[in-house]
């Protein structure tokens, strides 16, 4: 079975700093996707980035970045120069690659990041 | 391209009583899951269709059902209502089995 642990449950900073949001994964399987989603306080799972398994480059894209390790089973998010609209429930998800009922988008408890101003 | 949209937005049942939520994806999306958000458990997967078929189901009673229509719409019924049914539940779509589910704005059910 797959398993997502997000260690932090919530995160409290001031805007313009940078903020790490951690994940670990478990899974037996060589071929999966792991995702980020933001929920904002309207509820709504907003999608961040996918990653699959085959892929360790790390990415860049604005103030979001991303860094994939398969060594340590991690795929951990970091937000640089905060502001105050990154306020959400962060989650990390994982997905197997593979067909049959493997599709099912498995998600860590999540991680409430507070930007103050 | 609009984005996948459920209906109602917002719902209050009594024990016992069933509910149908619905859920449009996005255009040309065919792959519709569901899932159910709570305080206590999280996210927790509930089933997925494609092709008007049930490709998968979570750990959830027969209580939970759906279908998928031929437009790829999908809905959601809950007999039998109980307080644990209180939840978010959140309809996601994507183009083909695998690949990123989008979600739709979620159907906050309070049942009392």
């Known amino acids: 079975a797959q398993k997502v642990t997000q260690a932090q449950t919530e995160i409290s900073v001031v805007e313009k700093e940078d903020v790490t949001l951690d994940c670990v994964y478990e899974t037996r399987d060589t071929t999966y996707y792991l995702f980020w989603y933001k929920q904002p306080p309207s509820g709504e799972l907003v999608f961040l980035i996918r990653?699959?398994?085959?892929?360790?480059q790390n990415e860049i894209s604005g103030r979001y970045s991303w860094n994939f390790q398969k060594s340590t089973s991690s795929f951990n998010f970091t937000i640089t120069a905060s502001q105050v609209v990154d306020s959400a429930v962060y989650f990390c998800a994982l997905s197997l690659f593979s067909g049959g009922s493997n599709y099912k988008l498995t998600f860590g408890k999540g991680t409430l990041l507070t930007v103050n101003p | 391209k609009a984005g996948v949209t459920q209906t109602p937005r917002y719902l209050i049942k009594t024990r016992g009583q069933q509910v149908t939520l619905s859920c449009s994806p996005i255009?040309?999306?065919?792959?519709v899951s569901w899932y159910q958000q709570t305080p206590g458990q999280g996210l927790q997967f509930l089933f997925e269709?494609?092709?008007?078929?049930?490709?998968n189901k979570g750990n959830f009673p027969g209580r939970f059902s759906g279908r998928q229509f031929s437009n790829s719409r999908s809905e959601m019924n809950v007999s039998t209502l109980e307080l644990g049914d209180s939840a978010l539940y959140l309809c996601?779509?994507?183009?083909?089995?695998?690949?990123?589910?989008?979600f739709g704005p979620g159907t906050r059910l309070l049942v009392l």
């Open positions: 269709y494609f092709s008007e078929t049930q490709r």
């Open positions: 996601a779509s994507s183009s083909y089995r695998g690949e990123t589910q989008y």
């Open positions: 255009s040309g999306h065919r792959s």
């Open positions: 990653r699959n398994s085959f892929d360790e």
